[in-house]
């Protein structure tokens, strides 16, 4: 039998990730991307669960680009190939906070998907490994990601990923009760913040958009120009 399950429902799926060095200003909400042409990445496996909340914010499908898995979509965001990409909380904390992941991607510039790996089975994929303590001698993508910032969009709270979990027929009763009673004791945060959390310690804290507030050193043209037109203005009114 299968046990159905919802996750990634309400906040778990509530981050939209843009990238920080080309994107800060221009990237609040789906909305946006739609407005500059742009393109979102997406997990192909959300596809269907997100076509909703893609469709009310106008973003047509020839603006998707549909990825194989987390990692090869954060590259394809770190590269630019898209402005924003829809992650779940807790690939955020791995691929991105935590940079704790290790994944391969095929950055063959001839091969137009980028995905784990290459169309052509001949050519080796590359791997990346985020974590600095364990990337050995090749550390030169170690904390990749640590630029890229989240950004919260009202549309993806109603985000539901409903999946099938297969068990054994005589213990179907035991594994649902298990997963209820996972629930209402409150006992699944524990479970995420010792198996995901703990796991992942934060190594990169979510850079802050750069402000764009005005200093006085920007200012000190305009205040050179104004001083001189008062010192014209009180020049005439006493030659007058």
Not at 55 to 68: E, F, N, Y
Not at 197 to 224: H, M, R
Request: charged letters at 10%; one cysteine or more; aromatic letters at 8%.
């Amino acid at each position: 039998v299968f046990v159905h399950v919802n996750t990634y429902t309400g906040n778990l799926a509530a981050y939209y990730v843009t990238n920080n060095k080309v994107q800060v200003g221009l990237v609040n909400s789906l909305s946006d991307i739609k407005s500059a042409n742009g393109n979102l990445c997406l997990y192909q496996s959300m596809a269907s669960a997100t076509k909703q909340i893609i469709t009310q914010a106008g973003i047509a499908d020839s603006q998707l680009i549909l990825m194989d898995n987390y990692g090869p979509m954060l590259e394809q965001l770190y590269e630019g190939a898209c402005m924003g990409a829809v992650v779940g909380k807790f690939e955020r904390r791995t691929f991105i906070a935590g940079a704790n992941q290790a994944f391969k991607v095929c950055m063959d510039p001839s091969d137009t998907r980028h995905w784990t790996a290459c169309v052509n089975s001949s050519t080796p994929s590359t791997v990346i490994n985020l974590n600095p303590d364990t990337c050995g001698s090749q550390c030169q993508y170690t904390k990749r990601f640590c630029n890229l910032i989240s950004v919260q969009d009202s549309l993806m709270d109603s985000i539901t990923l409903s999946w099938e979990m297969p068990v054994r027929t005589d213990l179907e009763p035991w594994v649902s009760m298990a997963i209820i009673g996972l629930h209402t004791s409150g006992n699944l945060s524990v479970v995420q913040n010792r198996e995901i959390f703990a796991q992942n310690p934060v190594v990169c804290s979510e850079p802050a958009a750069p402000s764009i507030a005005v200093g006085l050193d920007k200012l000190s043209g305009t205040f050179l120009i104004c001083g001189g037109f008062v010192a014209l203005g009180l020049l005439l009114h006493f030659l007058m």
